[in-house]
């Protein structure tokens, strides 16, 4: 069974930091593409960054390209978005998305629960 | 960007009665190498999260009940439900995964009469 949990959200200041970290388990972790999707409440879904099976490319929004950064850890199954100089509008539930393939091209099959970040003085 | 536009906001239909949503993409999401369209469905409930129904415009998800069924190419998609249950009472998303950034539509919310 696919099971994919972030966790890492919480009250962060305006300026702050914040690491979400999603663990996976039940499928092969390297080839399928993994992503971040991001939702402001009561609002629409927003794609932030996605990377590769392999962890070779992957590509980030402009809205929040060199503030937020995808990586993952083959050896611990383990998706993570590093998120630096946040901003009110940073404030949102952030999910884990599995790709149905390798490519960053593959729709997402399963999402994460979400995790609750909320920027705020 | 693509921008992804779906119609209509809201939709009121009957137990048992067809909904029909359309999607529409402000470039072609047709890939002429493979001749597949990259759009995407999902359905939303309250508390939850999005869950893939179709992709490739029409290929049904696994699990997914054949009441739904995805149709279009380029620009121009639909999903429809053939006979709506209590338990499709959700919001809608389009999305493309032709180009980057991954747009979605901005959601259909699909109600009991």
């Known amino acids: 069974e696919v099971q994919l949990l972030e966790s890492g959200g919480g009250l962060e200041q305006p300026g702050g930091s914040l690491r979400l970290s999603c663990v996976t388990s039940?499928?092969?972790?390297?080839?399928?593409?993994m992503s971040w999707v991001r939702q402001a409440p009561g609002k629409g879904l927003e794609w932030l960054s996605s990377i590769t099976g392999s962890g070779g490319s992957s590509f980030t929004a402009d809205p929040v390209k060199g503030r937020f950064t995808i990586s993952r850890d083959i050896s611990k199954r383990t998706l993570y978005l590093q998120m630096d100089s946040l901003t009110v509008e940073d404030t949102a539930l952030y999910y884990c998305?599995?790709?149905?393939?390798?490519?960053?091209?593959?729709?997402?099959?399963?999402w994460g629960p979400g995790t609750l970040v909320t920027v705020s003085s | 960007d693509i921008v992804m536009t779906q119609s209509p906001d809201s939709l009121v239909v009957s137990l048992g009665e067809r909904a029909t949503i359309n999607c529409k993409s402000s470039?072609?999401?047709?890939?002429?190498?493979?001749?597949?369209?990259?759009l995407a469905w999902y359905q939303q409930k309250p508390g939850q999260p999005p869950k893939l129904l179709t992709y490739w415009a029409s290929t049904r998800e696994s699990g997914v009940p054949d009441r739904f069924s995805g149709s279009g190419s380029g620009t121009d998609f639909t999903l429809t439900i053939t006979s709506l249950q209590a338990e499709d009472v959700a919001v809608y998303f389009c999305?493309?995964?032709?180009?980057?950034?991954?747009?979605f539509g901005p959601g259909t919310k699909v109600d009991i009469k």
């Open positions: 470039q072609s999401v047709l890939y002429s190498s493979n001749n597949k369209n990259y």
């Open positions: 039940g499928f092969s972790f390297t080839n399928h593409a």
């Open positions: 998305v599995k790709g149905n393939g390798e490519s960053c091209y593959s729709p997402g099959d399963y």
């Open positions: 999305q493309q995964h032709f180009s980057i950034p991954f747009t």
